[in-house]
T-cell receptor
Framework: AQSVTQLGSHVSVSEGALVLLRCNYS??????LFWYVQYPNQGLQLLLK??????LVKGINGFEAEFKKSETSFHLTKPSAHMSDAAEYFC??????????FGAGTQVVVTP | SAVISQKPSRDICQRGTSLTIQCQVD?????MFWYRQQPGQSLTLIATANQGSEATYESGFVIDKFPISRPNLTFSTLTVSNMSPEDSSIYLCSGRDRGPIETQYFGPGTRLLVL
């Protein structure tokens, strides 16, 4: 069965600093991996997805994630945080039926 | 990508009553799902909504409590029955598209408070 673990339930970053959100997965088959963002009082928005075409995946809003099979990781980064990046971020893995298993989420706070 | 809408966006209900949430997708999707997000927590899959047949429920969720319909490819409803305060959550529907990597897109959610 697939699962994901997000390290750190809360991350605080300064505006302009690097954003790094960690996600490790467990999967018995090559995984489909996703990062979603949830802004306050909104639904989930897809940031990016791993398609196996490239290990470095670029998403919206300047985010990217690198798939590392040897480390079973899919960490999300953004070089320079913006105040508008304050939100909750979820890593998810899809099983062969297309059902998503979500991590616990990481709340990002951006300080001026 | 699919655009998904939900109605109502929020509601406050009395215990013992039922609420039906509607989910509309703007394009045909292969599958539709319903999730629950309890306060401060991640998403938990309730069930897969199957067109024209009974939904497939995850462990811990039953049809009597969460009846689901999907009469066509772009519409589904979730009913939260005989509500209690423990049902206070955000309920989200999603649709999986037909792309090479089938991706789920989410509605804005329905925020339910049960008193």
């Amino acid at each position: 069965a697939q699962s994901v673990t997000q390290l750190g339930s809360h991350v605080s970053v300064s505006e302009g600093a690097l954003v790094l959100l960690r996600c490790n997965y467990s999967s018995s088959v090559p995984p489909y991996l996703f990062w979603y963002v949830q802004y306050p009082n909104q639904g989930l928005q897809l940031l990016l997805k791993y398609t196996s075409a490239a290990t470095l995946v670029k998403g919206i809003n300047g985010f990217e994630a690198e798939f590392k099979k040897s480390e079973t990781s899919f960490h999300l980064t953004k070089p320079s945080a913006h105040m508008s990046d304050a939100a909750e971020y979820f890593c998810a893995v899809s099983d062969s039926w297309g059902k998503l298993q979500f991590g616990a989420g990481t709340q990002v706070v951006v300080t001026p | 990508s699919a655009v998904i809408s939900q109605k109502p966006s929020r509601d406050i209900c009395q215990r013992g009553t039922s609420l039906t949430i509607q989910c509309q997708v703007d394009s045909q999707v292969t599958m539709m799902f319903w999730y629950r997000q309890q306060p401060g927590q991640s998403l938990t899959l309730i069930a897969t909504a199957n067109q024209g047949s009974e939904a497939t429920y995850e462990s811990g969720f039953v049809i009597d409590k969460f009846p689901i319909s999907r009469p066509n490819l772009t519409f589904s409803t979730l009913t939260v029955s005989n509500m209690s305060p423990e049902d206070s959550s955000i309920y989200l529907c999603s649709g999986r598209d037909r792309g090479p990597i089938e991706t789920q897109y989410f509605g804005p959610g329905t925020r339910l408070l049960v008193l």
